[in-house]
């Protein structure tokens, strides 16, 4: 089993398919050359070192440097799956999306139903979302919660390198199209990543502490705060389930579900605001189905329905932190 940074999972798991599969093409702002070099191709791979040295492997009809326009990038992307390829398009940042909203809303995820299944869009789109580097309110949103709104559309949230590499395999070898969204603050992380040729199928959520009191649902960068507080209960004999969704389209709900019916207490953290959020709908789905169960309300742990600060002191004041969670839970866990 070896060891690798989230990034490198993301770059290796790209370059093994490229290797494997023609039809794979990288396309996007900068995957040749980037961080203000003089031009040509210098396969630096981007802004976040993804896609290093792939041109010098794979060449210009496959690595794709293109005009700063989001929406030629995914416009691109969903011509190419129509055309029987496998384009991977990058996204610098995923706040920038809205510009491309009609080709992923009104065209990629349409297409399969549009033409009643006898066309398929396997485009990948990745975006590097999140905040916490001190980016401003342009740089540092996580959109995932309107996208998952969107029927059609595979949401992908990998929090380590071993689910990149597992998740990332999985939209590789499907049909459809996905979003993956990869967070800023995860980039460097280290992670054991098994060997062999396997996938993560996509609706598996991933069970990190298992507990009889309290059930922590997250995703990407808000698992491991999740952790954190969950370990810090566990020191006062505090067990707590804490529930890594993976992919919020489809999404676990029976994980989710069965959770909280041990539990009968349910804490959802989520970097969003909260308004109309990821957090708001798994709640409902508890309050739905799981309501017999529930010992308590329902707590969720967001940001606030801001913009996110440019100051770092107020950008760490926005997110949710391990110390919010563990109040929230602390919370819940004192309802009478």
Known sequence: MA????????????????????????????????????????????????????????????????????????GAAGGLALAGKKPIAELMFADFIGVSLDQIWNQIAKFRYMFGGKSTCPAIIRMAYGGGFNAAAQHSQSVHHFLTAMPGLKVVMPSTPEDVRGLLREALRGDDPVIFLEHKALYGVTGEVPDGDWTIPFGHARLTRAGQDLTLVATGLMVSR????????????????????????????????????????????????????????????????????LKAPIEMVCAPHSPVPFALELEQAYLPSAAKIEAAARKVLGYR
């Open 3 to 74: 060891k690798m940074m989230y990034r490198d999972a993301v770059r290796s798991t790209i370059f093994e398919a490229m290797e494997r599969d023609e039809r794979v093409v990288v396309l996007g702002e900068d995957v040749v050359g980037g961080m203000g070099t003089a031009g040509g191709p210098e396969a630096i791979g981007g802004i976040w070192s993804t896609s290093t040295g792939f041109y010098d492997a794979f060449g210009p009809d496959r690595v794709i440097d293109t005009p700063i326009s989001e929406s030629a990038i995914v």
């Open 226 to 293: 999740c952790e954190a507080a969950a370990d810090a209960l566990a020191k006062d004999g505090i067990g707590c389930d804490v529930i890594d969704l993976r992919t919020t389209s489809p999404m676990d709900e029976e994980a989710i579900l069965d959770s909280v019916e041990v539990t009968g207490r349910l804490v959802v953290v989520d970097e969003a605001p909260q308004r109309c959020s990821l957090a708001t709908d798994i709640s409902a789905l508890a309050a739905q189905k799981a309501f017999a169960s």
